[in-house]
Structure formats: C-alpha cells, structure tokens
C-alpha cells in the first residue's frame, strides 16, 4: 500500500533553483515509484515583490541585490544550466527579471481547479526556458492553456485581481515559518529540506519519511 505523503512546496517562479528543486522533487518520486502517494501543494514567495511592469535586466537587478559582476552572474547561470539539466529542466537564456504576483494568482486559481503543478510547471518553462514576461498577461493565459484550464476563467482571474489577498495571506504565513529563501519544501508538515537539492537527495529524505527513519 502506498503511504500518503504531503509535500508543501514554497517557491518563485522567477527562482531558477526552484525550477531545479521541482524537477528534482517530481525524478526522485517517479525513482520511489507506487512507494509513495504524494500531493504536492505549491505556496507563493516573491523574490522580487517590488519589481515593476517593465521588469529589470538581470544584470542590473543582481548585480545591485546581490553586488554580483556581469561574470560572477554569467558564471552562476551556467552552473545552474548544467544542474538543470542533469535534473531534466532545460534553461535557455534570460536577460530579465520581471514581477510574478499575477501569476501567484493564477497559481492560487489552478489549485482550485486541481491544475496547479502543471500550471507551475508551465509557468517555469516560459520563464526560464524561454525568457518570457510572467508579468504579462498573454504569456499567463497561454500557460493555463497549456495546463489544461481555461482561458477565459483565466483571463477573468487575471483582469479581476481575484486571489491577491490569498496570495499575500499564504505568503505572511510562509514568512511567519521564517522561511527567508526558496525553494523550501515541507513534508507532512514536519520535515523541511531546502534549496535546489538533487534528486538523490530527495530520494533519500523520502524513503527516511516514508520507512519511518526520518
């Protein structure tokens, strides 16, 4: 018999570690196999919640944030291009930073409508496979497409500015955790691993949880 498992999953669509870190999540419990009975719940965090419509290029928001050259940011991205894709998650250039509250609302819509992972997953792609403007309205609704939602609840949503006190509730909750950097998942409301492990890792935190050795 499987074991339920809960994983809470904290996270930003513009973290690339996230995309990473999920990736890895999904290998090690397809590795687990019928092991595990799990149900992922994604939670928002904004690393950059004051980023305005035109969005930033990369270097500039870095290299002010975090005092980084155009080399040392040039270096990271490869590092992370190489971990991504030993995890199966496939970067392609990005040049900016844009604001993703709106598509933490529509994150917040696709869990009601049991679509949320393959909305986040959607929404990772396109922002850092293919450089897209999350912020971007089009770019939201093409994504729920292709998760399977549909558009015109989608776009009502996003015209609305339905679930932004949600969003901003669930990320007050997250900051009372005292989670400060993301990813950071949670399971079964206990256990917390950080950062964009490898999937071997995650395996291993699993079968600990799972078999009761955690």
């Known amino acids: 018999m499987s074991r339920t498992l809960q994983i809470d999953f904290v996270s930003d669509i513009a973290c690339p570690w996230c995309a990473v870190g999920l990736s890895s999540l999904q290998r090690a419990l397809e590795r687990i196999g019928d092991a595990v009975d799990a149900h992922i719940t994604l939670h928002p965090f904004e690393l950059n919640p004051d980023m305005g419509p035109q969005g930033e290029r990369i270097v500039v928001y870095l290299g002010r944030k975090y005092g980084r050259t155009p080399e040392q940011i040039s270096e990271a ?67 729920a497409r292709s998760a399977g939602l549909d558009v015109e609840q989608a776009r009502a949503v996003l015209e609305s500015g339905a679930y932004a006190d949600e969003v901003r509730a669930e990320e007050h ?13 949670i399971f079964d409301n206990k256990y917390l691993l950080s950062g964009g492990q490898p999937s071997e890792a995650f395996e291993e935190a699993i079968r600990k949880i799972i078999d009761g050795s955690a």
């Open 173 to 185: 909750e997250v900051q009372q955790l005292g989670i400060q950097s993301v990813p950071a998942i």
């Open 77 to 143: 991205q490869a590092m992370i291009r190489e971990r991504g894709a030993r995890e199966g998650f496939a970067f392609g250039d990005r040049n900016w930073v844009y604001n993703t509250f709106d598509a933490h609302r529509l994150l917040h819509w696709a869990r009601i409508e049991g679509k949320q992972l393959p909305l986040k997953l959607a929404l990772l792609r396109a922002y850092h496979g293919e450089g897209k403007d999350t912020s971007n309205h089009e770019v939201l609704i093409k994504a």
